[in-house]
């Protein structure tokens, strides 16, 4: 076993019972919670236990379990019918040119507010038996270019099964690039081996798409971790999810794209939470969404300025959100309002009159 997977296996909490003895039995209603554990799993690796300073938190939020999960107001299972989209097993298909392939049914810490949390957790529901059908489905769509790897976290994979599905695909000539999504380098930066690093520019170009939420998710370990995969190639991206009482805050968002930049990474989407059963105290407002984006866009790079989306609900895919920057348009000119509001007229072109 390597390092990773020991501290995964022996030093990760994942039981409602050794939660309350860290944290104290008063906090945590072991009976209580007993029927969320039905729908999802606990774990908390010591990355991300390290990240929790006080009871309630915003990384004590993400991952402890609360008994508001039980409360389902208009929440749904599968919020974004990725299952109404799936042609195969394992594999989402919804955009023209590239497809979701989940290839891990387990993460290293469980985030609450998980939209696959009717999947994620149960080996049954992502079986690693069936990547068979998977790669033949992206064989025979020539029309897919790029794959997405998801789950799940597939650095949860060993070296030797992720390799193996680099190779697979690879093997295919349409397929342009390997997206990886993942949490492990806030989860688990140990993931991030030399080994792994070595390994991974056989296959390039393979991108990696992080999940920070918070400025203090950005721990030493965890840049060292992503410093790591820059040296090695992987360009860098980070999803992020507006969280109520985690980052539904301007100030809060700005430090987290700062310090993402800082570690290389170009921050990629900030995503509306779905409303997922069992998730919904994590939902902010649209508006709060938009209120980020008017405080980041002009007052700082625009480097540090994701899109702003929502998956639409029922498998719309995703839909970016931007605030508004167009007071009025007509074919003479276009009233504009700048990032602090003050307002500029732009000529549109002078078209010459058709002649007849
Ligand atoms: C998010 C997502 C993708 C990737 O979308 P991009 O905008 O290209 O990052 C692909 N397929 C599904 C089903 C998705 O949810």
């Not at 140990?190 to 080994?195: K, L, M, Q, S």
């Not at 794209?257 to 990629?268: F, G, N």
């Not at 994701?306 to 167009?326: C, M, Q, S």
Request: net charge negative; charged share 25%.
């Amino acid at each position: 076993m390597s390092e990773w997977q020991s501290i995964l296996k022996e030093r990760s909490v994942a039981t409602l019972e050794a939660l309350a003895a860290r944290f104290g039995s008063d906090v945590i209603d072991v009976e209580a919670l007993r029927p969320a554990f039905e729908s999802f799993q606990m774990r908390i690796t010591p990355a991300a236990l390290e990240q929790i300073k006080a009871v309630g938190d915003p990384f004590w939020t993400q991952y402890v379990p609360t008994v508001r999960e039980l409360e389902v107001v208009d929440g749904v299972v599968d919020s974004l019918a990725e299952d109404g989209d799936s042609p195969e097993p394992n594999i989402t298909h919804r955009y023209p040119d590239r497809a979701l392939f989940l290839v891990s049914p387990v993460c290293a810490s469980y985030c609450r507010f998980c939209t696959r949390r009717r999947k994620v957790g149960d080996p049954e529901k992502i079986p690693l038996n069936q990547y068979d059908s998977a790669f033949a489905y992206l064989r025979a769509h020539t029309e897919i270019r790029d794959v997405i790897l998801s789950g799940g976290d597939p650095m949860l994979l060993s070296d030797r099964r992720l390799e193996y599905l680099f190779q697979k695909l690879r093997e295919i000539p349409h397929i342009e690039i390997i997206r990886i999504g993942s949490r492990i380098t806030s989860h688990l930066p140990e993931r991030i081996t030399p080994e792994f690093c070595e390994m991974v520019q056989r296959y390039h170009p393979v991108y990696m798409n992080t999940h920070f939420d918070h400025p203090d998710e950005l721990t030493p370990a965890a840049v060292a971790a992503l410093d790591r995969l820059a040296r090695a190639g992987v360009p860098l991206g980070c999803q992020t999810v507006l969280l109520k009482g985690v980052n539904d805050d301007p100030a809060v968002m700005k430090e987290l794209m700062h310090r993402l930049l800082k570690a290389r990474v170009r921050p990629y989407y900030i995503y509306m939470c779905d409303p997922v059963a069992g998730g919904e105290h994590f939902r902010t407002t649209v508006e709060k969404g938009l209120e980020i984006m008017r405080a980041l866009r002009g007052w700082t790079s625009g480097l540090a300025v994701p899109y702003f989306v929502i998956d639409a609900p029922g498998g719309g895919g995703k839909v970016p959100l931007i605030p508004n920057y167009v007071e009025s348009m007509t074919d003479d000119e276009v009233v504009l309002r700048n990032y602090e509001g003050k307002r500029f007229v732009y000529k549109q072109p002078v078209v010459p009159v058709a002649a007849g």
